[in-house]
C-alpha cells in the first residue's frame, strides 16, 4: 500500500530481496548478482541482529 512502511526488527516479515521494504522497487532488480531461489526467500529478520543491527557477514556471503 502507498506510504506504508516496514519496520526492521525481529519480527519483520518481508522478504528481503523481492519485497519493496526499503523503497519503491525490490533489492533484487538492483543487484548483479544471481542469487539462489533458497536465498530469495529470506526474509528481512535473517540478516538482522536486534541491538546491533544488520549480520553483515550473512550478506557478505550471499553477494560474493
Known amino acids: 500500500a ?4 516496514w519496520r526492521v526488527g ?3 516479515l518481508a522478504l528481503f530481496w523481492t519485497e519493496r521494504w526499503m523503497s519503491e522497487i ?3 532488480e538492483e543487484t548483479e548478482v544471481d542469487l539462489n ?3 530469495l526467500k529470506r526474509k528481512v529478520r535473517e540478516y538482522w541482529r536486534e541491538g546491533e543491527g544488520w549480520k553483515w557477514e550473512e550478506l557478505e556471503r550471499v553477494l560474493t
Open 2 to 5: 502507498r506510504g506504508k512502511k
Open 10 to 12: 525481529n519480527d519483520n
Open 26 to 28: 525490490p533489492l533484487i
Open 37 to 39: 531461489p533458497k536465498v
